[in-house]
T-cell receptor, first 116, second 112 residues
């Protein structure tokens, strides 16, 4: 049973370009979370999705950032018109259950975005 | 807004020592709490998950406890080894959301 798969592992973009980060959850998991880790900072929640639904996007910047988790295929975190401040490690996590009592989260290795 | 604090922020010990890492949440309505380790440039590895109905969980040399009433958790590492060197993160899942809120982390260095 493969773990949470993220790609690309490393991505370099110039200012103004678009970045697309992909996350395939563990088999049988239908809940995906995206977190961002800025240099020398902790992990910050961005968005929580279930298949075809955004459940909680309270941590997403209002502009340039979007996320989706289609019925088929991986979850995508999209950053438009990247700026240097977007340089960070973006982590995806998945869990099998929706409720708060269980639902251990499993994390991927992260995608490290560098904006030149 | 829930905040999670970890103490100490950094710790350096000789091999073989027993350690205690502390985690405190401002929100005591905790459904569960996970402890993770993160190696430099890597992802997060889940170490232990404590449900709200549990007081502690053990895995090998690791033991984690949870005091729901105070919103505090401790991670006990017995007989530390150089391979334990990493950043340790605690993440409680609060009652109002389904997301983990991460602590500030404890950077552990175990000297051989």
């Amino acid at each position: 049973n493969a773990g949470v798969m993220q790609n690309p592992r490393h991505l370099v973009r110039r200012r103004g370009q678009e970045a697309r980060l992909r996350c395939s959850p563990m088999k049988g998991h239908s809940h995906v979370y995206w977190y961002r880790q800025l240099p020398e900072e902790g992990l910050k929640f961005m968005v929580y999705l279930q298949k075809e639904n955004i459940i909680d996007e309270s941590g997403m910047p209002k502009e340039r950032f979007s996320a989706e988790f289609p019925k088929e295929g991986p979850s995508i975190l999209r950053i438009q018109q990247v700026v240097r401040g977007d340089s960070a490690a973006y982590f995806c996590a998945s869990s099998p259950r929706p409720d708060g009592y269980t639902g251990e989260l499993f994390f991927g290795e992260g995608s490290r975005l560098t904006v030149l | 807004k829930q905040e999670v604090t970890q103490i100490p922020a950094a710790l350096s010990v000789p091999e073989g020592e027993n350690l205690v890492l502390n985690c405190s949440s401002t929100d005591s309505a905790i459904y569960n709490l996970q402890w993770f380790r993160q190696d430099p440039g890597k992802g997060l590895t889940s170490l232990l998950l404590i449900q709200s109905s549990q007081r502690e969980q053990t895995s090998g040399r690791l033991n984690a406890s949870l005091d729901k009433s105070s919103g505090r958790s401790t991670l006990y590492i017995a007989a530390s080894q150089p391979g334990d060197s990493a950043t340790y993160l605690c993440a409680p899942k609060g009652g109002a959301t389904n997301k983990l809120i991460f602590g500030t982390g404890t950077l552990l260095a175990v000297q051989p």
